[in-house]
Every structure is written in structure tokens, then in C-alpha cells.
């Protein structure tokens, strides 16, 4: 059994590669990621020609996408979610603890999306996605797309950082009040702000901070390194411990706060907050 998608790229658009322009396009690979793989896989043609990570998109072209599909029935993954806001465009949701945002897994955000969230009435409805990413272990707002265009539209803020983000975290040790943290991350530039909201003395650690992060770039676990890097690790986080102040049992104390940007489609400035984890409470009023 076959599955196909076809799409005609407007006229006049700003020529891109087709693995930014495609990113919403099809249903069947929603994610920047998927259609990476698609293209990888030589699913798609582009004005009947097999195409790559390089093809250039610049209008006009005839976009096919023809995936074998199992015929196996997809399974629903019943797992609430709490939502934080939702329109005919987008969505933001709480991420809880201890599931992927998206991959091969079955228990993921990404599956249980679909059940939690209505479907737009919009014309170019699309299979609801996140548009970034957060750790497995890590709790907050996470950011979706509805539509297609609405899809491309939020990652191209992404890209461009045009999205303010929050967070708070835990940390371990005597810190400066604030400062700014840069290093490279995989190769490349990266930077958070911190400001130390409040700070309590512990038998164990010495002394915890309650501190309000602000990542300016977006490199794969850059707050859990950064802090690391600084010699105040998060409590609870087990890949970047210092030897004997790992907490066991209480997962990871980060949590993505909040979010601000400017709506693609109604130009309203939109403020999303998810309030802090119980769990910070118990150590900070």
C-alpha cells in the first residue's frame, strides 16, 4: 500500500532548500527531522526528479511524496496533557517528566497530541506537532503547530530567535547573582543568562539556588552543560552531576517556564507561563 501527497510551491517565493521550505507541507512527515529521513530515503521528487537535502525550491515546483505505508492500524496513545492554550493555529501544552517530546517510541507528546488537542478548522489542517524540543527529563511549556503553515511559520521563530524563553532550574553551590554563560556547544556558539532568584542553605548541597534561566541560542541540553560548566550543576540531573551531589528519586529540577512571541497569523503578542513544579516549592516559598 502506498501513500502519496502532492504539493505545488507558490510562485515567487525567497528560494530555500527544500528540507526548510518542506516542513509542514506533507501530513505524513510533519517535522523537520521526518522529512530529513523522507528525503534520505528518496521519497520525494521534486518536478519528477528524486531530491535531496540540497534541492533548491524557488516556485513553481511539483512536490510528490510516496511512502510504503504499514498496513498495520496505528494505535491511539491515550495520555492526557494538559493544555495552556489553544487556537485554530496552535497550541501550548505542559510536558510532564519522564516522556520524549517526539521519536521512535510510542509513548511520546507527539502521539499523544491528536487526543488531547481539537483539530483546527483551517484549510491546511495538519497532524498537530511540537516545533522544538525538551529533554526527557525536563518539565514545562512546549509549543505546537496545528496547520501546516502555522508548522513552518512557528519553526522559521525558532530559527530566527524570535521566541523569549524561561526557564528556572535548581542549582548546587555558592553562585555569582547573575551573569552570562558562553561556550561551545557541538561546534557552535552558544549562550544563557542567569539571574539567582533566591538561595537557602542545605545540609547536603551547602546551598541550593532557585535560578531563572535565559537561553539566546538553542543547543542540544545547553542549560544542563552550561550550569555544569559553571560548577553548579542542577540538582537531580544525572548525566551532568558533580561525584557525590546527585539527588536520586526526584527527577530533574528544570522546568521550561515560559514563553513570548509574536502570533504568526493575528500579530497578537502571545505570553504562555506554566507554573513551577510542586517539588520547588518544597524547597523555596
Sequence with gaps: MIHNETHIVPANITPKRLQEYGVGVFNAVPTKSALKKA??????????????????????????????????????????????FEDEYLAAIHKPAGIEVSGNKFKTIANALPQN???????DVAIPQPVHRLDYATTGILLVGKTHNSIRALNKLFEDKLVSKTYYAVTIGNMEPRGTITSEIDGKPSRSDYKVMQSVPSERFGTLNLVELSPKTGR??????HLFLLG????????????????????????????????????EIIHLTDELPEKFGKIFS
Design 39 to 84: 528525503l534520505k530515503k528518496k521519497y520525494i521528487s521534486v518536478n519528477g526528479i528524486i531530491a535531496t537535502t540540497a534541492t533548491i525550491i524557488s516556485g513553481c515546483e511539483h512536490i510528490i511524496l510516496t511512502i510504503p505505508e504499514d498496513p498495520t492500524p496505528k494505535k491511539q496513545l491515550i495520555f492526557p496533557l494538559k493544555v495552556l
Design 117 to 123: 488537542l481539537e483539530p483546527s478548522k483551517l484549510s
Design 220 to 225: 542540544r541540553h545547553q542549560l544542563r552543560k
Design 232 to 267: 553548579h550543576p542542577i540538582l537531580g540531573d544525572k548525566d551532568y552531576a558533580m561525584e557525590g551531589l546527585f539527588l536520586k528519586g526526584k527527577g530533574l529540577y528544570l522546568h521550561a517556564y515560559s514563553l513570548e512571541f509574536t502570533h504568526p497569523f493575528t500579530n
